[in-house]
């Protein structure tokens, strides 16, 4: 560990014990953000096959559309924040994406809607958690609460309204019909828009520190090798996430209530990890915790391909969302220690990084399952988190290697 990476764990224990409460009015606009974006994102391969009777592929051009938005647009928003932008009007701008993209699919929810107020509404709305994480961290210093806290609280956010959003739209299309979960996501911009309005002060910036006081002994390769690290967990848990509810369902034979029943199990456990996860770095730092959490992903993967029963089902559904949690927070963290420089480029690139694996994550997953099963599809997830493994090895040797600086 560099004496860089030391001396930012150290604020871990040396700052003073005050509550992220006090950044409460923040919190919940992260939440009613994502809470938003969970709402929409995964509802639209529904919608697309399901409510307007396209073929599978169209899934995927409109995918490939909204992230390519959301990942060019973070970068580009990522650099006037590190440069001392206001980040008010760009969550603003944001929230309002979502706002007439869901006003329009509410008035008309058709194809050429979709491919236009739709998808570019929806990919700005996806900017907002990047910069959200972006400036939490700043804020969190500001306020005397540990990076790593805050990073912790931040992710049991997001986390918590994925446990929400996502179940309030299915439910929503199921007692109401497809399109009436875009006139929910209307009323939920208005609280989105609200709590932006209301929680944000307007010239809070978040600009990064000169790069004069910081020693990076190498880190632009350092960097893009944990987003490597990055990416290769976060594309096995996304093929196991897409193949699970087909494999418990189609490939076990367990109820059709077995795919979500697993999911809450995950988001529960995978909450009270993300809280571990300050303690866990200011005692090990992030290396070591990271790479337990890594080998803990292709166990769990494993035993969720090994499930034929529910008691099992809840076992591996327990350690996903334990190794998740773990990842989700630590992997933040490790991203944003090769750039303290540039945090908010750090962390477009980690939400990028897990934007793009969700991207092909999914065609992943209907090839293979095409061509054989999806309990194949958790096996290639299992090798892909041990090659996860290998990529983090790496950096540590070259951590390792590298003098103090």
């Known amino acids: 560990m560099t004496a860089l990476t030391r001396h930012a764990f150290a604020k871990v224990t040396s700052m003073s014990a005050a509550s992220p409460t006090r950044l409460a009015p923040f919190l919940l606009l992260l939440f009613a953000g994502t809470l938003c974006n969970s709402a ?62 869901s006003l329009a699919m509410a008035l008309s929810p058709s194809l050429p809607v979709l491919f236009s107020f739709g998808v570019l509404g929806y990919g700005l709305s996806a900017t907002a958690i990047s910069g959200m994480f972006a400036l939490g961290g ?39 019909g497809p399109a009436s979960v875009f006139q929910f996501a209307v009323c939920l911009a208005v609280i989105w828009l609200s709590a932006w309005r209301l929680g944000l002060p307007r010239d809070i910036t978040a600009k990064a520190p000169p790069k004069a006081h910081v020693s990076l002994g190498g880190a632009p390769f350092d960097l893009w090798l944990a987003a490597g690290f990055i990416f290769c967990l976060s594309i096995a848990h996304g093929l196991t996430f897409s193949a699970l509810p087909l494999f418990f369902v189609q490939e076990v034979g367990l109820p059709d209530f077995a795919p979500g029943a697993a999911f809450s199990v995950k988001t529960f456990v995978e909450v009270f990890a993300i809280f571990s996860t300050p303690f866990l770095m200011a005692r090990f730092g992030l290396r070591a915790p990271l790479l337990v959490c890594t080998c803990l992903a292709v166990l769990a993967i494993q035993v969720l391909a090994s499930v034929e029963s529910l008691p099992e089902m809840i076992v591996g559904s327990a350690l996903e969302g334990l190794y998740y949690g773990l990842f989700a927070s630590l992997g933040i963290s490790y991203i944003q220690s090769f750039a303290q420089d540039r945090p908010a480029q750090a962390t477009a690139i980690y939400w990028n990084t897990l934007m793009i694996s969700g991207l092909l994550a999914g065609p992943a997953v209907g090839l293979v399952a095409q061509l054989s099963n999806f309990q194949t599809v958790l096996h290639l997830a299992g090798g892909v988190a041990a090659a996860a493994i290998l990529v983090l090895l790496c950096g540590v040797a070259r951590a390792r290697r590298r003098p103090a600086g």
């Open 40 to 101: 929409i994102v995964p509802f639209m391969g529904f919608f697309l096959i399901e409510g307007l009777g396209q073929p599978p592929w169209m899934l995927s051009v409109y995918a490939a559309i909204a992230v390519s938005i959301t990942v060019g647009l973070n970068r580009t928003f990522a650099r006037r924040i590190d440069g001392g932008a206001h980040v008010f009007p760009l969550i603003g701008i944001a929230a309002t994406g979502f706002t007439i993209a």
């Open 138 to 176: 700043n804020m969190a210093e500001r306020n005397g609460i540990a990076r790593a806290k805050f990073n912790a609280w931040m992710r049991a956010t997001t986390s918590t309204a994925w446990m929400i959003g996502p179940a309030l739209s299915f439910s929503i299309a199921g007692w109401l």
